[in-house]
């Protein structure tokens, strides 16, 4: 068997500001288990995974919750959140391993992504590039102003929603970050962060078992949708 290559970077630094409590919202349990240790969990099954970075606000990283040391510890590390999304992608990336040849950035508000979908996705970076997974827009589109007045409808055709993870060969996410740091901007995604300087990014089969827990509403389906088969 090949050593283990995959980096694995889990943000979950978030300050939960759209659901209702004090708890953040990837603590919170969610199919059995806190949110964020169903992807860590499900990370760790592989074998070509040499270690998973956990991101987590600053109060929380020098303390984690016990929970979170039912998973492989010698392959885990607990990382400190920046303001910004990227910038705790960053910060785990400058913790990962020098093994991890190829990196993989997943939301922890994505608790029940596939074991399929990661595979689409890490096999497809491994081709040298980018690699999201998407589901195709059915939805009519339409933009409007901050009043909520229709300006145009916009075109679906070719249009996406992209989840995590987001897999790529670390020298290319490497770079993306550190121009994106230089040139002061941030994103809501990697992929974004590589395409404003051209590099390629290719769109694999996404799972609506993907989607992203922001709401309490959210909790309800995952929690309905968490004892459905795959």
């Not at 603590?27 to 288990?33: D, L």
């Not at 240790?37 to 499900?42: P, T």
């Not at 590039?129 to 007045?149: C, M, N, Q, S």
Request: aromatic content about 6%; overall charge negative; glycine content about 8%.
């Amino acid at each position: 068997m090949s050593p283990p290559d995959v980096g694995v970077i889990i943000v979950a630094a978030g300050s939960s500001s759209r659901t209702e409590g004090e708890e953040l919202k990837q603590f919170r349990w969610v199919g059995g288990k806190p949110m964020l240790l169903h992807s860590l969990q499900l990370f760790q099954e592989r074998t070509d995974v040499a270690m998973v970075v956990v991101v987590l606000p600053k109060r929380y990283a020098g303390d984690p919750p016990p929970w979170l040391f039912q998973c492989d510890v010698e392959r885990m590390l607990v990382s400190v959140g920046g303001r910004e999304r990227s910038d705790s992608v960053r910060n785990g990336l400058e913790d990962l391993t020098e093994k991890a040849t190829l990196v993989a950035v997943h939301d922890a508000a994505r608790p029940f992504v596939t074991a399929a979908l990661i595979d689409r996705v890490i096999s497809e970076a491994r081709k040298g590039h980018g690699a999201v997974p998407g589901i195709p827009v059915v939805d009519t589109l339409k933009r409007a102003d901050e009043t909520g007045a229709v300006l145009e409808t916009v075109d679906r055709q070719g249009m996406w929603r992209i989840q995590t993870p987001q897999a790529f060969p670390r020298e290319i996410l490497e770079s993306a970050h550190a121009q994106a740091r230089d040139a002061g901007v941030s994103a809501t995604d990697d992929a974004t962060l590589c395409e404003r300087l051209g590099l390629p990014v290719v769109i694999v089969p996404g799972s609506e078992r993907a989607f992203k827990i922001t709401t309490d509403f959210d909790f309800a389906r995952a929690e309905a949708l968490s004892i459905l088969p795959e």
